[in-house]
């Protein structure tokens, strides 16, 4: 069975830092992309990151400058290194992963269970 699993999160003042880290377990053949999400209370769920199977990265305009996005791909692990937070960064963190498994032959979206990040003024 194929999970993401994150971990890393918290309450951090405005201005810290934090680094979001995702494990994704079971069989899995190929990881083509993995990334970050959030959502914050009462808004829609929105990309924060990505990185490709090539390694190419983007980054939400809100983040870009701020964060950095890696893969480990030997450990199936992505992280986000998240600098100079602000309040308006407080959401529910997801990772995503479009993942090649034994019963996605053509790949398919997985999601983690979420990790919170707090930021207080």
């Known amino acids: 069975q194929v999970q993401l699993v994150e971990s890393g999160g918290g309450l951090v003042q405005a201005g810290g830092s934090l680094r979001l880290s995702c494990a994704a377990s079971g069989t899995i053949f190929r990881i083509n992309a993995m990334g970050w999400y959030r959502q914050a209370p009462g808004a829609e769920r929105e990309l924060v990151a990505i990185?490709?199977?090539?390694?190419?990265?983007h980054y939400a305009a809100s983040v870009k400058g701020r964060s950095t996005i890696s893969r480990v791909n030997h450990e199936k692990m992505v992280t986000l290194q998240m600098n100079s937070l602000k309040p308006e960064d407080t959401a529910l963190y997801f990772c995503?992963?479009?993942?090649?498994?034994?019963?996605?032959?053509?790949?398919?979206?997985?999601w983690g269970r979420g990790t919170q990040v707090t930021v207080s003024s």
């Open positions: 995503n992963a479009d993942l090649t498994t034994p019963s996605m032959p053509s790949g398919t979206a997985y």
């Open positions: 990185v490709t199977s090539g390694g190419t990265k």
